[in-house]
């Protein structure tokens, strides 16, 4: 009797680890590292696309920039030679006012193209500033959570050791054949191998046993193994 008692205690502690490896398995913050990390990897997805985007725009606002610089330049060195009396023939002198005219004429066309897309980049820079604080933000989140998921496996694996090395000394006071029948039955019975026999209920599937088989377990000397008829698992009498 005092033996199979102990079997019980045995039950109680495999539970117990069974629940404490379930709960670091299932722990809430996988569930929410993951969407952080998905989130994440989404936001930088888009802001890669973003950011090609506003590179493009920069890059078409500075050949823009840099080429109304070298017509401002073409239209100044035009204009010295207006000014600078090495131009004399009336035609030209006409032609070089016809070109200083096109040429300012084209740098103001090409500024306002650079303003243009400068003023077009902006939101896009904003939207990028946007995407890159989301991913500041999730980097945050996703540190916080997985040291809070280490300090939990570290608690949780505590505790597992501690009711295994409860279970082992439980176990250790058990007769051998009786732990050789229980741990098969626990692996194929849901993690419950052993349960209480209450009046004439098995309290590992909670039915009652007919009372000819119940006759029998009960009149079932006190150290032999005994099964529920119903689910297999052994009765502690």
């Not at 709960?23 to 952080?36: C, D, Q």
């Not at 009046?199 to 529920?228: D, F, M, N, W």
């Amino acid at each position: 009797m005092g033996s199979l008692d102990d079997l019980l205690a045995v039950q109680a502690l495999d539970t117990r680890v069974d629940q404490l490896r379930h709960r670091r398995a299932t722990l809430p913050e996988r569930g929410e590292l993951a969407s952080a990390e998905s989130g994440r990897a989404a936001a930088e997805t888009e802001a890669g696309v973003v950011r090609s985007r506003l590179h493009d725009l920069r890059s078409r606002q500075k050949a823009l920039e840099d080429e109304a610089s070298l017509v401002e330049d073409k239209a100044a060195d035009v204009e010295r030679k207006l000014y600078d009396g090495s131009v004399s023939a009336h035609k030209e002198l006409e032609a070089f006012q016809a070109d200083h005219r096109m040429l300012k004429a084209r740098q103001s066309q090409l500024e306002d193209g650079a303003i243009e897309v400068m003023e077009a980049a902006e939101p896009v820079e904003a939207e990028l500033a946007a995407l890159d604080a989301a991913i500041a933000r999730a980097g945050t989140e996703i540190e916080r959570l997985t040291r809070a998921i280490a300090g939990a496996e570290a608690q949780l694996d505590a505790d597992m050791a501690d009711a295994s090395t409860e279970r082992d000394a439980a176990a250790a006071g058990l007769p051998t054949e009786v732990v050789e029948a229980y741990e098969p039955l626990r692996s194929q019975l849901g993690g419950v191998g052993a349960a209480r026999l209450l009046g004439a209920r098995c309290e590992g599937c909670h039915l009652e046993i007919p009372s000819a088989q119940l006759e029998a377990v009960r009149k079932a000397p006190p150290e032999a193994i005994v099964t529920c008829p119903e689910c297999g698992r052994l009765l502690v009498r």
